[in-house]
């Protein structure tokens, strides 16, 4: 039997039309949310790359080490970024190859290091910023109540996914 849907596939026989209903909804949802997310992304990454930035992931790494000025560890860049420890630590040593990042002693704890910006990176982070807030402007300059309105939405969904029985953080 072919794929009709989620909803279909998960639907009892003489289940509420309602459910169904909501069922579609949810899927019809998550699909738009995932599909745009993704456009937004890939149309943002060009608009870096295209200045000669480094792409969105590095960015929103590059944020998370400056909003953690002196005291970042790859933690915060694991939850920051809702990416596995491996793959902080990947990303990690992928920014500091690429001379974006320097790691320093962590005078607290010899085992472990902080990550900090180098020349190099806090000039990329800052210009990086300025294309993604164009950018922003520009993708979504029809929609400034009705962003902030879904922002809202997706902070309170957000608050859903948090939860122990998630396994979310």
Known sequence: MPCRGLAEAAAEPGESMTRRATDDAGIRFFDALVRYETDLWNAVDHDLRAAGLPGIG??????????NAGSCRVHELREGLRITGGAASKLTDRLEAS???ARTANPADRR???LVLTDEGAEACERAVAVVAAALTRYLADATADTRRLADILTELRAVLHTPETGSH
Do not use: D, K, T
């Not at 590095?58 to 909003?67: G, K, M, N, P």
């Open 112 to 114: 472990s290091s902080f």
């Open 58 to 67: 590095y960015v929103q790494a590059l944020r998370i080490v400056a909003a």
């Open 99 to 101: 001379g974006l990042v």
